[in-house]
């Protein structure tokens, strides 16, 4: 969700409701009735899941399909969600399992990657992306904390899963390749998986939105599912907004009036980090990017 807040007083432009939310059922826990939700915009990413939002073999491929129905099979055949805010359910050791899945997850919707903004056209640019978490809590394990050992923690329950102790367990499923090494961790939930959204900050309304990123281990009509990052974005006076951050190691111009995307190059690298932008010596300007281990830089000739 989106907060589009007044700069000057910190009071919501478009308005905030408090809603009724879903309460989880770990003893001795508290849980709030409602939580605060933007009236504008709507939701940036998936926010609730049903099990007719998992994949079928026309999204992806009947590998994947298969990978993802015997991990909902291990984690008890059924997950559970209530929509925003759905809390976790508590499994006591020994029992079935109860699998809790949450949207979005721990590096679901946006990211520490953040926001660019268009001062012309009041333009709001974020990429978000749809990654699940599931699991529940259980108490917590002597010396263990999400897995590690953590004698003098107080804690009293830990995140677990199918998998054991951990905070970042997510409905996804690996996919091998003819060579049956691993090509990719897709998730289970129809795509698309990411996206770019301009937001409109005088209306509140979405301008546009489009899906970014694509899937090479899927047969070509079937690549456009988006995929998430963590960067962000950046915008420029030219009327362009750049990114990387997505799985397919590519970096993008798109057109910041309508989504459409101008240009694209394969770094070879995960571009992890938000691109900026400089003027040379030369006077000309350059758009620079860090992918991994290695800095690139672009200019028109």
Known sequence: MMFILNRDTGKPVFGVQERPVPKGDVPGEWYSPTEPFPIKPPPLARMSYKPEDMVTADDTTPEHVKACQDLLAKGGGSFYNAGPFTGWLYHEDGTPPKTTIQFPGGTGGSNWGGTATDPATHYVFVQTHDMSLIGWLEKKKAGLVYGRGNEGSTQV????????????????APVKGADGKVIGNWPCQKPPWGRLYAINANTGDIAWQSVIGITEGLPPAK????????????????????????????????DSKTGKELWV??????????????????????????ASDTMFVFALP
Not at 157 to 172: A, N, Q, W
Not at 240 to 246: K, P, S, Y
């Open 223 to 254: 690549q456009n599912t988006g995929g998430g990052g963590s960067a962000g974005p950046i915008a420029t006076a030219g009327g362009l907004v750049f990114i990387g951050a997505t799985p397919d190691n590519r970096f993008r111009a798109i």
């Open 157 to 172: 329950y830990d995140r677990g899963s199918v998998d054991g102790p951990g905070p970042y367990f997510s409905f996804s």
């Open 265 to 290: 190059t394969k770094l070879g690298k995960n571009a992890n980090a938000n691109p900026m932008t400089y003027q040379g010596k030369d006077g000309k300007q350059y758009v620079a990017i860090v």
